[in-house]
């Protein structure tokens, strides 16, 4: 059995700016209701390292989180500014890009 549950970051300040709708508490709710309902379940996620504004207070709770539900795969990518986008109208990419990486 696989899953594979996007987090995006593990910060409920950064969730918000990207506009995802859910925090960092749900989420970890979500994954132990999954893990209580399919014990051997195999969990994936995503992540976006250096979203506009990303503090390093923001980038260890996202580490915490990957630490606490111990995803078997994981894959990660620096925040590129993409047009059209509410953080491409409203933000500033300010994180610089060897500390995304």
């Given at each position: 059995n696989?899953?594979?549950?996007?987090?995006?970051?593990?910060?409920?300040?950064?969730?918000?700016?990207?506009?995802?709708g859910?925090?960092?508490?749900?989420?970890?709710?979500?994954?132990?209701?999954?893990?209580?309902?399919?014990?051997?379940?195999?969990?994936?996620?995503?992540?976006?390292?250096?979203?506009?504004?990303?503090?390093?207070?923001?980038?260890?709770?996202?580490?915490?989180?990957?630490?606490?539900?111990?995803?078997?795969?994981?894959?990660?990518?620096?925040?590129?500014?993409?047009?059209?986008?509410?953080?491409?109208?409203?933000?500033e990419?300010?994180?610089?890009?060897?500390?995304?990486?």
């Amino acid at each position: 059995n696989q899953l594979h549950m996007p987090a995006q970051s593990g910060s409920s300040t950064v969730l918000e700016r990207m506009r995802r709708g859910y925090t960092r508490e749900a989420y970890m709710q979500l994954i132990d209701d999954v893990r209580s309902t399919i014990p051997d379940v195999a969990i994936s996620s995503d992540f976006i390292s250096g979203f506009c504004g990303e503090t390093e207070d923001e980038h260890k709770d996202t580490l915490s989180l990957m630490e606490h539900v111990a995803y078997d795969q994981a894959y990660m990518f620096a925040y590129s500014m993409r047009g059209r986008t509410h953080a491409h109208r409203t933000m500033e990419d300010d994180v610089p890009e060897d500390i995304k990486m």
